[in-house]
């Protein structure tokens, strides 16, 4: 099945610094990722929509230029922490969508990464 | 936009007993309803999903069923078993190609041996 592999499992880093999360899907290719955040026993937050070739697309309340989307290729996505605060310790998730539409089989699957655990210092 | 909504917030079942969590959603364009399980500290895995074609699906103990018209789907648990202890999250997407996808709130779901 579809594997989506995401990096760093967690990180620790000093207020004030940038941090990068890599999302990569390994046997697919997926023209949009999603980024989601996760605060403890709650949902999960959809922060942007990562499109390939093109600029992400920020939901309303996400500050684009602290969360930085990149996605560079059909198996890649980023996001950048930047100029990290202690409040934006947090589980981060990323998912992706096989590109290959094929009528009434997996077409809409989400695969998720297992998440990112940001502590800022 | 869609609005998911999902409960209960938490659910307690003696093992063997069936575990119910309902969702309803607002847009009527959305046309694909999956059901994600994650475990503490792990990834949400996809467990079992529907399409708004198809009014009830079922994979071993867990089933899910649509109501188009009242816009709510739900999952059944049934012989819960003490591994199925677990969040679940319903979710809503639209159109065929699903770029966007509305969660709940989730479900603290807890099975007692």
């Known amino acids: 099945g579809a594997v989506v592999s995401q990096h760093p499992s967690r990180v620790i880093c000093k207020s004030g610094t940038s941090v990068k999360i890599e999302c990569r899907s390994l046997?697919?290719?997926?023209?949009?990722m999603f980024w989601y955040r996760q605060f403890p026993k709650q949902s999960l937050m959809l922060m942007a929509t990562?499109?390939?070739?093109?600029?992400?697309?920020?939901e309303q309340g996400v500050e684009k230029d602290k969360f930085l989307i990149n996605h560079a290729s059909l198996t890649l996505s980023t996001l950048t922490v930047t100029s990290a605060h202690p409040e934006d310790s947090s589980f981060y998730i990323c998912?992706?969508?096989?590109?290959?539409?094929?009528?009434?089989?997996?077409?809409?699957?989400?695969?998720f990464g297992a998440g990112s655990r940001l502590t800022v210092l | 936009g869609e609005n998911v909504e999902q409960h209960p917030s938490t659910l307690s079942v003696q093992e063997g007993d069936s575990a119910v969590i309902k969702c309803t959603y607002s847009?009527?364009?959305?046309?694909?309803f999956p059901w994600y399980k994650q475990e503490l500290g792990k990834r949400p895995q996809l467990i079992i999903d529907?399409?708004?074609?198809?009014g009830e699906k079922k994979d071993q103990r867990i089933a899910v069923t649509l109501n188009k018209t009242a816009k709510h789907f739900s999952l059944h648990i049934t012989e819960t078993q003490p591994e199925d202890s677990a969040v679940y999250f319903c979710?809503?997407?639209?159109?065929?190609?699903?770029?966007?996808?509305?969660f709940g709130t989730g479900t603290s779901l807890t099975v007692i041996p």
């Open positions: 998912s992706a969508r096989d590109s290959g539409y094929r009528p009434y089989s997996g077409a809409n699957v989400l695969t």
């Open positions: 046997d697919f290719q997926a023209t949009t």
């Open positions: 990562s499109n390939e070739g093109s600029k992400a697309t920020y």
């Open positions: 847009d009527s364009a959305s046309n694909y």
């Open positions: 529907i399409r708004s074609n198809v």
């Open positions: 979710a809503a997407s639209i159109g065929r190609t699903g770029n966007q996808f509305y």
